[in-house]
């Protein structure tokens, strides 16, 4: 089964609608927002004309971006472009208001601007779900102008975990998921060699961890992969709802451990004419 986030114009729109509902909530995590503003609060915002974050889905990342150059109170714009024309409609509904936000449908390989005319660009758990990384970060480096930044924020999902000893079938979601739901789970190890064949020089990369431990933040998991069981007729549906119970049981005793690496690149746009 291909990864849905590949093409979320071919998905079910009730899948959509769920994804709606889970990046907006991922984004506000505490952890999560700490990793997102970490490497927010490195750009340079008072030199920034244009950002763009590519395949922002509902925009809740593109909207702290927007707050950022609004603060540095230089007119500074900000543009969240997405394939899925489901989820720009939600991002356009949830930035209303912010005077210096806009978004618009496009794909990360075919960008609609001229060469060298954005400041930075950002994918934010974007990479892991395409064919091609190596595309969408050439077509960034087409856009960026000379000595402008590139971020890449992603989840290591060859290393997720949600698993609190041997043969828990709680475990077993986390790899489910990631055979679902994401495109290559080892792309984060690869990403300082892929930027650097696009034409960047990687100036940080580090990693956090996205831990769950008290909350929702992965109980999608265990949700869209019961379900997909229970529709291929591998499990039926009072197992399903086991697994859920289980997962509400570990919460409410405090023994819920999902973890999954999160790393951050930046990258400034060589001299180099390799691309
Ligand atoms: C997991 S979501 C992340 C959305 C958003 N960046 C966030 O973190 O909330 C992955 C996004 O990548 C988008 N995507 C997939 N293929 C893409 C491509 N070729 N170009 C641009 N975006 C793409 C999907 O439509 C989806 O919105």
């Not at 969408?136 to 971020?151: D, K, Y």
Request: with cysteine; proline share 5%.
């Amino acid at each position: 089964m291909a990864d849905p986030f590949q093409d979320l114009n071919a998905a079910d729109p009730a899948f959509v609608s769920r994804i709606v509902d889970i990046l907006e909530a991922r984004a506000k995590e505490p952890l999560m927002v700490e990793i997102i503003e970490s490497y927010l609060e490195a750009l340079p915002w008072v030199g920034i004309d244009l950002a763009v974050e590519v395949g922002c889905g509902t925009g809740p990342i593109t909207r702290r971006m927007a707050d950022h150059a609004a603060r540095a109170g230089r007119g500074g714009q900000v543009e969240g472009l997405e394939p899925s024309s489901a989820l720009v409609a939600a991002a356009i509904e949830l930035g209303q208001g912010m005077d210096n936000l806009r978004f618009a449908t496009a794909d990360g390989t075919a960008l609609p601007h001229e060469d060298g005319t954005v400041d930075v660009v950002v994918y934010h758990t974007v990479l892991t779900h395409v064919t091609d990384p190596v595309a969408l970060l050439t077509e960034a480096r087409r856009v960026l102008r000379p000595g402008g930044q590139l971020v890449v924020c992603d989840a290591d999902f060859s290393k997720a975990s949600f698993a609190s000893g041997p043969d828990d079938p709680m475990g077993v979601f986390a790899q489910s998921f990631v055979r679902r739901f994401v495109t290559d789970a080892f792309t984060v190890g690869k990403l300082p060699a892929m930027v650097r064949l696009a034409g960047f020089e990687t100036t940080r990369f580090d990693v956090s961890n996205r831990i769950t431990t008290s909350d929702d933040g992965m109980i999608h998991y265990v949700q869209m992969c019961s379900e997909a069981m229970v529709s291929e007729g591998l499990i039926g549906q009072p197992l399903a709802e086991a697994l859920l119970g289980e997962y509400a049981r570990r919460r409410a005793l405090g023994e819920l451990y999902g973890f999954i690496p999160f790393a951050t690149l930046i990258a400034n746009k060589s001299d180099a004419d390799s691309a």
